[in-house]
């Protein structure tokens, strides 16, 4: 039972465009949501995180979006660099701020020069 | 300051040999966690610890994996005897409030 589904394996955008890369969760216990990014051979790296209580947080190019209705959330990365060329695992946990991560399966981005 | 440490960082075994894993979590942090990442999957909680307490143990192979953390600091995770499906990644992480930091990782090759 796939708790944290990221539907898209892999995506391929250019330089200096934006990058969307989507998470959907189907326990609507979840409340705090986080994006890692991982480059090969290294372990994951916190990058942005959520609250349910927001529907927004952005952080330099990064920002998070919550739609809690829809139990899906977003991560838009602007202006996309290749730097950014990583696998991008979204993870939820709660609820009643349990600090267990369910992750999804990741979306490989690659950003093209 | 310093991240989480792992190791080793590579192990190549053959089945119904046991191998052990060593992490030390970000120094302050309460609370340690083992994942396991299997390729082209997300990392699964195998065992949680608080200090030297397991908070959850649920999806950990207990017939085959143990974890302790004895002194509330540094961790190990055994295998014993480890099987062709234990080939992964295994992550250490450790949490400040709900943000988890996460080790480079042991990768196990199972032959």
């Known amino acids: 039972d796939q708790q944290v589904k990221q539907n898209s394996p892999s995506l391929s955008v250019q330089e200096g465009r934006i990058s969307i890369l989507n998470c959907d969760y189907t326990?609507?216990?979840?409340?705090?949501f986080l994006w890692y990014k991982k480059y090969p051979a290294e372990g994951p790296t916190f990058l942005i995180s959520?609250?349910?209580?927001?529907d927004k947080n952005e952080d330099g190019r990064f920002t998070v979006f919550l739609n809690k209705s829809a139990k899906h959330l977003s991560l838009h990365i602007v202006p996309s660099q290749p730097g950014d060329s990583a696998v991008y695992f979204c993870?939820?946990?709660?609820?009643?701020?349990?600090?267990?991560?369910?992750f999804g399966k990741g979306t490989k981005l690659t950003v093209n020069p | 300051e310093a991240g989480v440490a792992q190791s080793p960082r590579y192990k190549i075994i053959e089945k119904r040999q046991s191998v052990a894993f060593w992490c030390n979590p970000i120094?302050?942090?309460?609370?340690l966690y083992w994942y396991q990442q299997i390729l082209g999957q997300g990392p699964k909680l195998l065992i949680q610890?608080?200090?030297?307490?397991?908070?959850?143990d649920s999806q950990l192979p207990k017939d085959r994996f143990s974890a302790e953390r004895l002194k509330g600091v540094d961790s190990t995770l055994k295998i014993q005897p480890a099987k062709l499906e234990d080939s992964a990644v295994y992550l250490c992480?450790?949490?400040?409030?709900?943000?988890?930091?996460f080790g480079p990782g042991t990768r196990l090759l199972v032959l």
């Open positions: 610890f608080q200090n030297n307490g397991v908070v959850d």
């Open positions: 993870a939820a946990s709660g609820p009643g701020g349990s600090e267990k991560l369910v």
């Open positions: 120094s302050g942090h309460a609370t």
């Open positions: 992480a450790s949490s400040s409030w709900m943000t988890q930091y």
């Open positions: 959520i609250s349910s209580i927001k």
């Open positions: 326990n609507s216990m979840f409340d705090y």
